[in-house]
T-cell receptor, first 113, second 112 residues
Framework: KQEVTQIPAALSVPEGENLVLNCSFT??????LQWFRQDPGKGLTSLLL?????REQTSGRLNASLDKSSGRSTLYIAASQPGDSATYLC????????????FGGGTRLMVKP | EAQVTQNPRYLITVTGKKLTVTCSQN?????MSWYRQDPGLGLRQIYY???????DKGDVPEGYKVSRKEKRNFPLILESPSPNQTSLYFC???????????FGQGTRLTVV
């Protein structure tokens, strides 16, 4: 059964810093991996989706990479801003798991002005 | 605006009183799912549906029912809620299998 882990659970950085959020998974038979942002009292917003055949995806200041062989994905945030403060979740979709996304526990990010 | 809409957003109920949380999407997506989010346990899938009249269990289906009579709607039914079903519930939809998932705003349910 797929297990997804995100370390650290919380992170606090000063504004302007480049940062990396980590996501690891135990079963490499994934179809894709998706990164989400969750704000308090709001739903999940999709940030990036990486197919298993891809190495990385970029959207603005965000870059997500995927290394299936090592069971890792990273989300890189460039020039962080206070508005980036939120919980970031990664989720893996496996080939043999119906339509179930397996989520990590999330990294709670605070960017201080 | 393309969206997934859940209602109600907040609900407090008593043990054993049947309730329904509605979910509707306006994007003509094939797949819809329900998840619950609990501290320390993260998000776990309850049920999902591949299309009208086709549903299947997720990771934690006990105590829940779903139906998919129309493509746009996927209600979550708790026939006899219990306190351990107190949680934050999310509905999600995807155009097809393996594509980007869109989530609703969440329903915070408290069962006393």
């Amino acid at each position: 059964k797929q297990e997804v882990t995100q370390i650290p659970a919380a992170l606090s950085v000063p504004e302007g810093e480049n940062l990396v959020l980590n996501c690891s998974f135990t079963d490499s038979a994934i179809y894709n991996l998706q990164w989400f942002r969750q704000d308090p009292g709001k739903g999940l917003t999709s940030l990036l989706l990486i197919q298993s055949s891809q190495r990385e995806q970029t959207s603005g200041r965000l870059n997500a990479s995927l290394d299936k062989s090592s069971g890792r994905s990273t989300l890189y945030i460039a020039a962080s801003q206070p508005g980036d403060s939120a919980t970031y979740l990664c989720a893996a979709l496996n080939n043999n798991a119906g339509n179930m996304l397996t989520f990590g526990g999330g990294t709670r990010l605070m960017v201080k002005p | 605006e393309a969206q997934v809409t859940q209602n109600p957003r907040y609900l407090i109920t008593v043990t054993g009183k049947k309730l329904t949380v509605t979910c509707s999407q306006n994007m003509n997506h094939e797949y819809m799912s329900w998840y619950r989010q609990d501290p320390g346990l993260g998000l776990r899938q309850i049920y999902y549906s591949m299309n009208v009249e086709v549903t299947d269990k997720g990771d934690v289906p006990e105590g829940y029912k779903v139906s998919r009579k129309e493509k746009r709607n996927f209600p979550l039914i708790l026939e006899s809620p219990s306190p351990n079903q107190t949680s934050l519930y999310f509905c999600a939809s995807t155009p097809h299998w393996g594509t980007e998932a869109f989530f609703g705003q969440g329903t915070r349910l408290t069962v006393v």
